[in-house]
């Protein structure tokens, strides 16, 4: 699932963190991976981050299913610059549960990926 907006990183994060609210996501964590590969290693980057998501009541009912669902949480979204643009991407959750193998994660998948879908539309509406 991807979308490509014009503009910088930063002004697409933004954009990205509210869409992503509106369906009941929350940011758990950022990853800036050109600052820490700069950092760490020298190596200088196009701007790269990684944000992860996470809807709670999606996360409480998978978890309520198999609770090792949580080595997959959060929904990973990449922001990668690609000229002057920017592309978003999201991993489909339909990924996730084919890993533990367990048919009663299947709509809570659905319901994620259809939310990050939508997240993802809008973006490109604006």
Request: proline fraction near 6%; charged fraction near 30%; charge should be negative.
């Amino acid at each position: 699932m991807a979308v490509r907006l014009d503009g910088p990183i930063e002004q697409a994060e933004d954009r990205v963190r509210a869409a992503l609210a509106e369906q009941g996501f929350g940011v758990l964590t950022e990853i800036d991976v050109q600052a820490t590969l700069r950092d760490k290693l020298g190596e200088e980057t196009e701007p790269y981050r990684i944000l992860g998501a996470c809807n709670p009541q999606l996360a409480h009912r998978a978890l309520g299913v198999d609770n090792r669902i949580g080595l997959l949480l959060p929904c990973n979204v990449v922001l990668r610059s690609e000229g002057e643009a920017t592309v978003v991407e999201a991993l489909d959750p339909q990924v996730m549960v084919s890993v533990p193998d367990e048919p009663r994660l299947q709509p809570i998948a659905d319901e994620a990926g259809r939310r990050l879908r939508d997240a993802l539309r809008a973006l490109a509406a604006q």
